[in-house]
């Protein structure tokens, strides 16, 4: 892969540029004080991300942006671990804790280095106002807001993936899919992008030990710094 | 209209936020030379802008996007020109014209001031990546994009419109349309927006002269710094 034919990177968000599970965990401290057990709360939210939106996808549920999905699994979890009693503001606002999520120490100084040259974006199941606030938090600098929302499709759908060269206005192979997963990698090239993949061994806090490497990748980095070396930016 | 209510501001972008004129024409005269009526071939260009656009919300064509619009309304415009040989290699790159337009003057320090307190986003019918391009040449602050590519309808279909609030998932309320044309203000009203607008007696050179104020509107100012002013930004 060589940097002058890349045109765009679009980034998968919860765990590739953002610690969802610090991030919740701390909310969820905040929320509902230190009887919590906040990182297994977490942890157990997350498991329910994927089946949620597979409802979506499987048609069982029409669209419905991800704060939705995170509302009803949040009243699943709270239920399963004896909080029934949390009341409905409170849950509101623990939905928001996934506006509030830290991105990695080396996402800011990387995307810096790569916006020079490329144009960026996420391309998350993250809703676009989820986007918004936690770009607007951090100063993540995208150019504009890619992903589910906007195409009302779930990854790996292939309408999101396409969307992304379809917006940008550039072929496939100019757009590259940065994600710390490889399920989300391996549907980015079925579309014609490229893929770089990027290590991200505390996501699941030691519980899940993600590859080094995707030998399927174009690239697999360790940090966004490094992907911004390997592309020259 | 209270500061305190108002979440975002979704901006027009051909006329209010840029100088399609005088962008274009510079554009005109770089490519075809200094023999043709380079103003006259903007103005003569934009008049095929609605009408354009009324073939796909009318249902006469597809969804196109604006770029693809803009080709095909140039070819028109070179042929009653007299112009029918440009080739077509000068043709895509006059139509990038419409990616490489400069801002007003007070466009860049209302939005710097307006962006600490408010989403920004352009709701224009200018496809994502002609907004990317203006937003990168120029630094123009976006949180993201919306607009009519988004959503595959050109204003003043209400489905733009109401597209803001819902992906930035706040009430209608309070969303402000910022434009220069009575019109798209008249259509976000109808869809529960707010309006500013703001007068910009040179975009059409002085041959149409825009009302000072529109007496409809929430606010009338005649610069983005009044409009921060005005908004307490």
Chains 1, 2 share one sequence.
Request: glycine letters at 8%.
């Amino acid at each position: 892969m060589t940097a002058v034919e890349v045109r765009a990177l679009v980034f998968d968000v919860f765990g590739t540029v953002v610690d969802w599970r610090g991030g919740v965990a701390r909310e969820v401290s905040r929320l509902l004080g230190p009887g919590v057990d906040a990182t297994a709360l977490a942890d157990d939210w997350r498991e329910r991300y994927a089946p949620s939106m597979e409802r979506v996808r499987s048609g069982d549920l029409p669209w419905t942006p991800l704060d939705a999905l995170h509302r009803s699994s949040l009243d699943d979890v709270l239920a399963s671990s004896g909080l029934g009693d949390v009341p409905a503001e409170a849950r509101d606002e623990l939905v928001l804790a996934w506006h509030r999520l830290d991105p990695w120490p080396d996402v800011l100084p990387g995307l810096g280095r790569l916006r020079r040259e490329f144009v960026l974006a996420p391309l998350s199941n993250g809703n676009v106002a989820l986007q918004v606030d936690l770009a607007r938090r951090s100063g993540l600098p995208w150019d504009c807001v890619l992903g589910a929302e906007i195409v009302r499709h779930y990854k790996p759908d292939p309408e999101v993936y396409d969307s992304a060269p379809q917006l940008l206005a550039v072929p496939p192979s100019s757009v590259v899919m940065v994600a710390a997963h490889l399920d989300d990698l391996t549907a980015a090239r079925a579309r014609g992008l490229r893929t770089a993949y990027v290590h991200r061994p505390d996501e699941f806090g030691g519980r899940v030990v993600p590859p080094g490497s995707d030998p399927e990748a174009d690239l697999s980095v360790a940090s966004f710094e490094e992907l911004a070396e390997a592309l020259g930016a």
